[in-house]
C-alpha cells in the first residue's frame, strides 16, 4: 500500500482527535511518581495567536513531552490572563459586554492552540474572568486586609485622561499612556495597596535559592528592583520652626560637605514651608509642572536640573551652617524620604544644581593620592563631583579617616542627639492594586458612613462582576453608576451602605493562576494542600522577558504570603525559568504597524503544525532571538517530507521496531547505523537537557535520517531490522517536536500504542565504541587473563579494568603491585611480588 503524500492536515487532525480522546495528556496527583510541572506564561485573549506565542508554547511543549516519555506525571496546563483594559475597549469599540468579547477570543485561541497538537491537559483550563476564579483572590483580599497587609492610602498616581485610569510607572512612556498615548497627569487618589514591602528582605533573600536556575540578568533586574541600600537616616532641623526633614543617605560620610536639601515636589512640607512665600504662585506653578512630569525622566541622569528656592533653611546637624531649602525637579517621592541632603562636591546631580543656582560647594572627601601627599583637594578645581573613596577632610574630629569607617562613626556621633540612625531603604514600593475599570475583579470592601471601611464577610463573596452593565463610550467604569451593584447593606450595622466600585489590577489574577491549575475545579477552597505539595513548586516556568519584573514580583510575594496565610507551603513558585527570544522578521520586531507579521494560522494552513513547530524550534536556540524566514519553513516541511518519504519507500520491510532494538549487526554498513543511532539518542538527550538546545539536537536527527538514506540500499534486503530500528529511534526522538508526523509513522510501522506514551529511548555506552581490541593481561611474565578495550583507551582505565579481572586478581592476593605497563591496544604487565 502506497502512502502517498505528506499530508500535515490529515495527519494533524487525525492525531489530536486521538490525544484528545484518549486523554493521554491528562494528569492526577500520583505520589508514587516523580512529577515534573511545566508552565507557560498565559495568555490575555486577545483573540489571535501570534508567533511569539507560538514560540513560548512550542518550547513549553518539547519539554513536557520530553520530560513525560522519560517518566515524569507531567502537569503541562493552560488558560487565559481574561480580565484588563483592552476587552473593555473593545467591547466600547463594538458596543458588547467585554465578557462576550473576551469568551469569543478565547473560543478561538483553544481552537488555534490545539490545531498546534500542544500536549495540554485542557480539563485544567481556567480563565481568570470567571468567578470560579476570581472569588479566591477576593478571599485572599480579606486575608490581606485582615493580616494588616492591604491599606488604603490617599497617593499621587499616574493618570491617563483618555484611558480613565491609573497607570504603573513602567506603563508612562515619555510622559504618555503607553497604550494610548494621551498625556499623563498626575492625581491625587484613594487607592488600595498590598504591603509588599513587608516582604522585600525574604524576596531578596531567596533570590540566591534560583541561582542556576533563572537567568542571570532576570536575577539582577529583580534585585535592582527592590534595590535595597545600606546608609542612615539623618533629621535635620528646619529654622525658626518646630519642623523637621527626615532624610535617607547611603553617604553619612558627606555630611560636613552638605550645603543645601533638595525637597521632590510632592514632599508634604512644600506647601507648609512656602505657605507664607511672597512668590507663592510662582513656586505652585513650578511644583504643579513637575508634578506633571513622567516619573522615569525626573530620573534619568540627563535630565536638565531645576529647582526652586522655598526660602526657607534647615541646619546641618554637624556644622551647624544653614543649608537653603529647594524644591528639585530630580528629586522623586518614590524613593528614599523625597528630600535629599545635598552635596556637590560628591553628588554628580547635586553638582550640576549647585552650579546652576550659583549654591557653595564644599570638598570632604579627599582622593587617597592628595592625601598621601598631604594636599587637599580645591573646590575650585572640580569639573565634576568627585565620588569615589577617599579620606575625610573640613569634617572637624572625623578628619583623616577613610571614608567606609566615617559612614559609621558619623552616624553613631549623631544616635546620642537622636539626629541619626543606621538605616535600610528600598526601592520598592507597595503595590497599588486599585484600578478604576470596569473589568477586572471587584475589590471586595464595603463603604459605611458609620462604621467607614468593611470588608465584605467570606460567606458573601463572591462579589460579582455585573453581567447586564453597559460600558460606557467615554470609557469610564459603569460601576459606580449602578445602583445595583453600589447600594447594599453594612455587613457590620445594616445601614445603608456602598460598594467600592474600584477593580484589582490584572496582576493580581496572574500572580496565583500557577496555584489554581494544580487544582482548578476545586470549590470549597481555591486549591488543596495535597495537590500543590505534590505539584509545586512550577519546574520549568517559560515565558517573556518583559515580565521579569512586576509579574515576577508579585508572584514570588503571592507565594509567600498565601505560605503564611497557611494556603501552600512553596516558597517560591518557579523554580526554574526560561526566556525566550523575541519573533523577528527582516530583523525587526513583527508588528501590524510595520506589515511584516507572520499569521501562525497561514503557516498552518500551508505547512502544518509540525513544520512550523519544527522550524520554530531549529532556527534558533531558545533563549536567542529568532529570525522568521520562509525558506526556513519551507526546509522544515522539506525535511519532514523527506523523513516520511523513507518510511515509504521501505515500509514493506519495516519491522514494529522499537528504538535501538538493533542489538547485534551482521554488516559494516548495519555497525555504522548502530552507531550512529546510538550516538543520536545521546546527542538529543543531552542537548535538551543542556538548556533546552533544541536546534543541535534537531540537527541530529536530521543527521540520523541522512545516514539512513546513505545506507538503506545496502540494507533493505540484507538486514532491514538494522533499518526498522534507526527509524524507531529517529521518529522517537523528533516527536517532542514534530508529534503528528512521528506518530503517524509509528503507527506505519506497526505499533499499536501511542508514541506519547512511549518511554524515551536509552543509549548503550559500548554501542558508542567503534574499535574493540584484545588486550592480554600478564602477571609477573605469565598470560593470566584477556579482555575487550575500545582502541584508544585511556592507559589508566586499561589499567583498572586489569587489576579488577577475577583470575589477575587472584594472582595479586597475596603479592604487591609494584609497577603496571600498559602497551597501546596489546598488553598490560603487571609487575608484582
Ligand atoms: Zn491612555
Ligand atoms: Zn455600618
Known sequence: MALGKYDPQAIERKWQRIWQESGCFEVEVDPARPKYYVLEMFPYPSGKIHMGHVRNYSIGDVVARFKSMQGFNVLHPMGWDAFGLPAENAAIKNNTHPATWTYRNIAEMREQLQRLGYSYDWRREIASCRPEYYKWEQKFFLKFLEKGLAYRRHSPQNWCPDCNTVLANEQVEDGRCWRC???????????????????????????????????????????????????????????????????????????????????????????????????????????????????????????????????????????????????????????????????????????????????????????????????????????????????????????????????????????????????????????NVSRQRFWGAPIPVIYCDACGVVPVPEDQLPILLPEDAQVRSDGKSPLPDMES?????????????????????????????????????????????????????????????????????????????????????ASEPFANLLTQGMVLKDGGKMSKSKGNVVDPNSMIERYGADATRLFILFASPPIKELEWSDQGIEGAFRFLSRLWRLVEELEDRLDAATPTSHAAPQSDAARQLRFKEHDTVRRVTRDIENEFQFNTAIAAVMELVNEMYALKDELADSEPAALSSAIATAVTLLSPVAPHLCEELWRIMGHAEPLATRPWPTFDEAALIKDQVTMVVQVNGKVRGKFEAPSDAPAAEVEKIALELENVAKFLESATVRKVIVIPNKLVNIVAN
Request: include cysteine; proline fraction near 4%; charge should be negative.
Open 485 to 569: 451593584f453600589v447600594n447594599c447593606d453594612c455587613p457590620t450595622c445594616g445601614k445603608p451602605a456602598r460598594r467600592e466600585t474600584d477593580t484589582f489590577d490584572t496582576f493580581f489574577e496572574s500572580s496565583w493562576y500557577y496555584l489554581r491549575y494544580c487544582d482548578p475545579r476545586n470549590e470549597d477552597t481555591p486549591f488543596s494542600q495535597e495537590a500543590t505539595g505534590y505539584w509545586m513548586n512550577v519546574d520549568q516556568y517559560i515565558g517573556g522577558i518583559e515580565h521579569a519584573i512586576l509579574h515576577l514580583l508579585y508572584s514570588r510575594f503571592f507565594t509567600k504570603a498565601l505560605r503564611d496565610f497557611g494556603f501552600v507551603q
Open 181 to 431: 498615548d494621551s498625556e499623563v497627569e498626575q492625581k491625587d487618589m484613594e487607592q488600595w495597596f498590598l504591603r509588599i514591602t513587608d516582604y522585600a528582605d525574604e524576596l531578596l533573600a531567596d533570590l540566591d535559592s534560583l541561582e542556576g536556575g533563572w537567568p542571570e540578568r532576570v536575577l539582577t533586574m529583580q534585585r535592582n528592583w527592590i534595590g535595597r541600600s545600606y546608609g542612615a537616616e539623618l533629621t535635620f532641623r528646619v529654622k525658626d520652626t518646630d519642623q523637621t526633614i527626615p532624610v535617607f543617605t547611603t553617604r553619612p560620610d558627606t555630611l560636613f560637605g552638605a550645603t543645601f536639601m533638595s525637597l521632590a515636589a510632592e514632599h508634604p512640607l512644600v506647601d507648609v514651608l512656602t505657605a507664607d512665600a511672597p512668590n507663592k504662585g510662582e513656586i505652585d506653578a513650578f511644583v504643579a509642572s513637575i508634578r506633571n512630569m513622567d516619573r522615569i525622566k525626573r530620573g534619568a541622569d540627563d535630565l536638565e536640573k531645576e529647582g526652586i528656592f522655598t526660602g526657607k533653611y534647615c541646619v546641618n546637624p554637624v556644622t551647624g551652617a544653614l543649608m537653603p531649602i529647594y524644591v528639585a525637579n530630580f528629586v522623586l517621592m518614590g524613593y528614599g524620604t523625597g528630600a535629599v541632603m545635598a552635596v556637590p562636591a560628591h553628588d554628580q546631580r547635586d553638582f550640576e544644581f549647585a552650579r546652576k543656582y550659583g549654591l557653595p560647594l564644599k570638598a570632604v572627601i579627599n582622593p587617597a593620592g592628595l592625601h598621601a601627599r598631604g594636599e587637599v583637594l580645591a573646590e575650585a578645581d572640580l569639573t565634576e563631583a568627585y565620588t569615589d573613596p577617599g579620606f575625610l577632610v573640613n569634617s572637624g574630629e572625623f578628619d583623616g579617616m577613610d571614608n567606609e569607617s566615617a559612614k559609621k562613626a558619623i552616624v553613631e556621633h549623631l544616635d546620642a542627639s537622636g539626629l541619626g540612625k543606621m538605616a535600610v531603604n528600598y526601592r520598592l514600593r507597595d503595590w
